[in-house]
């Protein structure tokens, strides 16, 4: 399944630039705009635009397009689109106050374990 395989590429390329509290939400039958969010949060705005450059660059190297990449400038809150999955970076200070696991409190949990191996 290609979504498996994006959510995969795009967990391992956060966690490769070390990526905190990485999370990854089944959107399915939830919301129309992808079948997984993944969540994820840097202790700097570097860091934070490092985990979006290496998703962005995976992805590229893999064959699949970025259809948007928002955020990266100011690097508080990047969006990375891949389609059928959604990728939210945040930086520190504004992960909590944007809390995406509660709002969409009704997605399961992916075990990222699964995701990996």
């Given at each position: 399944?290609?979504?498996?395989?994006?959510?995969?590429?795009?967990?391992?390329?956060?966690?490769?630039?070390?990526?905190?509290?990485?999370?990854?939400?089944?959107?399915?039958?939830?919301?129309?705009?992808?079948?997984?969010?993944?969540?994820?949060?840097?202790?700097?705005?570097?860091?934070?635009?490092?985990?979006?450059?290496?998703?962005?660059?995976?992805?590229?190297?893999?064959?699949?397009?970025?259809?948007?990449?928002?955020?990266?400038?100011?690097?508080?809150?990047?969006?990375?689109?891949?389609?059928?999955?959604?990728?939210?970076?945040?930086?520190?200070?504004?992960r909590?106050?944007?809390?995406l696991?509660?709002?969409?409190?009704?997605?399961?949990?992916?075990?990222?374990?699964?995701?990996?191996?």
């Open positions: 399944m290609q979504d498996n395989t994006i959510l995969q590429m795009a967990v391992q390329g956060a966690d490769d630039k070390k990526a905190e509290d990485i999370v990854a939400l089944d959107m399915k039958g939830i919301s129309l705009i992808a079948d997984y969010f993944v969540i994820c949060h840097g202790n700097s705005h570097k860091q934070v635009q490092a985990i979006a450059h290496e998703i962005k660059k995976a992805a590229q190297e893999e064959g699949y397009e970025v259809k948007r990449l928002e955020g990266y400038e100011q690097a508080k809150w990047v969006l990375v689109d891949l389609g059928d999955v959604v990728v939210h970076i945040f930086h520190k200070d504004d909590h106050y944007y809390n696991e509660k709002l969409w409190g009704d997605a399961q949990y992916v075990e990222l374990e699964k995701v990996l191996n």
